[in-house]
T-cell receptor, first 116, second 114 residues
Framework: AQSVTQLDSHVSVSEGTPVLLRCNYS??????LFWYVQHPNKGLQLLLK??????LVKGINGFEAEFKKSETSFHLTKPSAHMSDAAEYFC??????????????FGGGTRVLVKP | DTAVSQTPKYLVTQMGNDKSIKCEQN?????MYWYKQDSKKFLKIMFS???????INETVPNRFSPKSPDKAHLNLHINSLELGDSAVYFC?????????????FGPGTRLTVT
């Protein structure tokens, strides 16, 4: 079985400072991991994904995430926050089980607030 | 062009009614999904279809019935609506059902049951 825990429900940062969103996962098989962003009243947009290639993954809008198997973590970072980064962020895991199809399991979300 | 579209965007209805939400994707994808996002923003998969065949059916009340007339469409019909059905419903699609394929989400349908 797979599960995802986002360690912070809310993160508040000042514009121009680094952002760190923490995610831990549990998976019985080799997982694929994703970060999605949801802006207010919008659908979800993929930021980046890890699928067993390079452990440091670069995504859109300056975000990156590092897969650490020993720590079962997939934390999302950005060196300098922008006002437009204010949104809800979801860490997502899916397992390499054909029977499971492409079933995404979502974390509880982290709401990011960016202060001017 | 909108990749994954849903209609309607908002749906307000009374308990006991039957309603449908439609989803269309123009990406040429083989697999489509329905997700439910509750008031606490928690997202959970409900159904998945691959080439019109049901492949994921989570523990969802029988009142919910997905229908896929073709690869590009996946509709969700809900009978006898209840207050607890109030949520945002997202449709998504992916190129295949392999676990590494990214999913593309629609804008969501906010269902309010009064």
């Amino acid at each position: 079985a797979q599960s995802v825990t986002q360690l912070d429900s809310h993160v508040s940062v000042s514009e121009g400072t680094p952002v760190l969103l923490r995610c831990n996962y549990s998976s019985s098989y080799s997982p694929s991991l994703f970060w999605y962003v949801q802006h207010p009243n919008k659908g979800l947009q993929l930021l980046l994904k890890y699928t067993s290639a390079a452990t440091l993954v670069k995504g859109i809008n300056g975000f990156e995430a590092e897969f650490k198997k020993s720590e079962t973590s997939f934390h999302l970072t950005k060196p300098s926050a922008h006002m437009s980064d204010a949104a809800e962020y979801f860490c997502v895991v899916t397992e390499g089980l054909k029977a499971a199809g492409n079933k995404l399991t979502f974390g509880g979300g982290t709401r990011v607030l960016v202060k001017p | 062009d909108t990749a994954v579209s849903q209609t309607p965007k908002y749906l307000v209805t009374q308990m006991g009614n039957d309603k449908s939400i439609k989803c269309e994707q123009n990406l040429g994808h083989d697999t489509m999904y329905w997700y439910k996002q509750d008031s606490k923003k928690f997202l959970k998969i409900m159904f998945s279809y691959n080439n019109k065949e049901l492949i994921i059916n989570e523990t969802v009340p029988n009142r919910f019935s997905p229908k896929s007339p073709d690869k590009a469409h996946l509709n969700l019909h809900i009978n006898s609506l209840e207050l607890g059905d109030s949520a945002v419903y997202f449709c998504a699609s992916s190129r295949g059902q392999g676990f590494s394929y990214e999913q593309y989400f629609g804008p969501g349908t906010r269902l309010t049951v009064t």
